[in-house]
């Protein structure tokens, strides 16, 4: 990815809110890309009820990005997600890129409809697998306190 003019705050560098952008949209493009869901017509959907950042150092337009993403918690319902923002280029010639920031984003996975969380998709979680760092998943006959938040 790479920033945008707009992303600048007065100070020269991403506003604060952009690494959440950031953050949102490359876990959703991964997602969408790797399994063809369709948010918008999909009977689950992911809906962020926490995150998080911590800032290492300044990005600035025009500066290319790159957002890693690895699974920390794999739930019923939910996903933790674990994300390295770093700056600079990854071309192969070049130095490796600076780490600029650390998120932290879940998702609880809810009907469309009732708001009521729901079991993760089978395609997504499948997915997320994929990424998973944690070494250990919750089992459906496991409790979870996350899954069950009305949120």
């Known amino acids: 990815m790479t920033t945008r003019w707009a992303d600048n705050d007065m100070y020269g560098h991403l506003n604060n809110a952009v690494y959440y952008q950031l953050f949102d949209t490359a876990i959703n493009a991964w997602i969408i890309e790797a ?5 918008t017509t999909s009977a689950a959907q992911g809906v962020v ?3 998080g950042c911590r800032y290492f150092s300044s990005v600035q337009f025009p500066e290319p990005v790159t957002v890693a993403i690895a699974v920390a918690r794999l739930g019923s319902s939910s996903v933790t997600y674990d994300l390295g923002l770093f700056a600079g280029t990854t071309d192969s010639d070049a130095a490796p890129p ?4 650390r998120g932290r984003w879940v998702h609880v996975y809810v009907d469309t409809t009732t708001r009521r969380p729901v079991p993760i998709p089978d395609d997504i979680r499948a997915l997320l697998a994929t990424a998973d760092i944690s070494g250990r998943t919750t089992t459906s006959d496991e409790t979870d306190t996350r899954d069950r938040d009305d949120r």
């Open 49 to 51: 009820v926490e995150s």
């Open 98 to 101: 600076t780490i600029a920031a």
């Open 35 to 39: 399994t063809g869901v369709d948010a």
